[in-house]
């Protein structure tokens, strides 16, 4: 119980202050794997603590550096999750597990997934899963089926603004009073995350390293973003897995590297067993990091959510050149 709720104001912290949110990142990420072995080699309990679920590659906003590459996606790469397939998504990852402490929805931008009431309905109806949050960039207000489902979970659900309100060319496109006022009005827990200050990201390219290398750089970023993507498949396949970071779903989606099953990403196209979480959350050298400048990038600060205008000549960040790797 006392974990529990030091688990909690840990986590709120995070999501309140970048600041915080990084001193706290890296202790969190060891936390929770020795959580996790201790639950395991001890009960046979797998407790996860936090997954993300990307329901759509589309989003209302074409930001510059983003760091999930969204406006660099070609049109083919922009989905949108299907109810159908979510549902299968999430009994796959729930059925051998014991909790779920968060589960949160992005996307894109979320709030452009017609279903999205249905997906957080789902969420909160699970009795493993703990938490459910939904975050948006505020462009988008929220329809009232989704206050509707929300209402009903006062204390399990939530929703994180993203805050772009520094960016000034932006704000006539802000709506997050509107959606403050709406969840106040409703007991909705809401909260304006700490987003003033955004990294510069690079280019994805190759880099190469060396297995120790590439385990210290995965050791150094300490991702807890570990997240749910799809990627695209023939009509009727399920393609879809945990990742240990969107940027890692973002490269599998976009063919970008050589990312095995089981390794790399945990398949949700069947259960997932207890084995196959500890495999996974115990893996240190992922193929993704080779293609991510992340801890060189999170050095440059910039400020949030500038966006590509119409005309603007902007380097493609996202797709390599063929022959680097
Ligand atoms: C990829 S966005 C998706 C959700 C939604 N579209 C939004 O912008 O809030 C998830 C989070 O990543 C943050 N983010 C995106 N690019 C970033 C960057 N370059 N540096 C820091 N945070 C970033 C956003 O501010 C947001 O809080
Ligand atoms: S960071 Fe910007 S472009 Fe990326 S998903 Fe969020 S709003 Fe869209
Ligand atoms: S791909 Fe980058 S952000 Fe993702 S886990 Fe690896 S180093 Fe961290």
């Given amino acids: 119980m006392i974990f529990n709720r030091i688990e909690k104001w840990i986590a709120d912290l995070m999501r309140r202050s970048y600041i915080m949110h990084r001193i706290i990142f890296t202790s969190s990420f060891w936390w929770n794997r020795t959580r996790m072995k201790f639950w395991y080699l001890l009960f046979n309990k797998i407790h996860l603590f936090y997954t993300e679920v990307v329901v759509t590659t589309n989003c209302s906003l074409k930001c510059k550096e983003c760091y999930e590459y969204v406006p660099y996606l070609d049109k083919v790469h922009q989905r949108f999750m299907s109810f159908e397939n979510y549902k ?15 589960l949160r929805f992005l996307g894109g931008e979320a709030l452009l997934s017609k279903d999205l009431d249905k997906f957080l309905q789902y969420a909160l109806e699970q009795k493993k899963i703990k938490k459910v949050s939904l975050v948006t960039n505020g462009t988008i207000e929220l329809s009232d089926e989704i206050i509707n489902v929300l209402s009903k979970y006062p204390k399990k659900a939530m929703v994180d603004i993203s805050n772009y309100s520094s960016n000034e060319k932006l704000r006539p496109r802000l ?67 945990v990742f240990p970071c969107i940027k890692a779903g973002i490269f599998k989606l976009c063919d970008i590297g050589n990312q095995k099953e089981s390794i790399d990403y945990i398949s949700l196209s ?15 050298n992922f193929d993704a990091c080779q293609y991510c400048s992340y801890l060189e990038d999170r050095k440059k600060r910039i400020s949030p959510a500038e966006q590509i205008e119409d005309g603007m000549n902007v380097e493609n960040k996202l797709y390599m050149e063929k022959n680097n790797k």
């Fill in 88 to 102: 299968i998504y999430i009994d796959n990852l729930l059925s051998n597990i014991d909790s779920l402490k968060y």
């Fill in 175 to 241: 709506k997050e009073k509107a959606i403050i006022k709406k969840c106040n009005e409703n007991n909705i827990n809401v909260i304006y995350l700490d987003t003033l200050e955004w990294i510069d990201i690079s280019k994805v390219k190759y880099h190469n390293r060396s297995i120790k290398n590439n385990e210290k750089y995965y050791l150094s970023c300490a991702s807890v973003c570990v997240g749910i993507h799809e990627w695209n498949k023939e009509a009727g396949e399920i393609c879809a897995g």
């Fill in 270 to 284: 069947k259960p997932v067993s207890k084995k196959d979480f500890i495999k996974f959350y115990f893996n240190n």
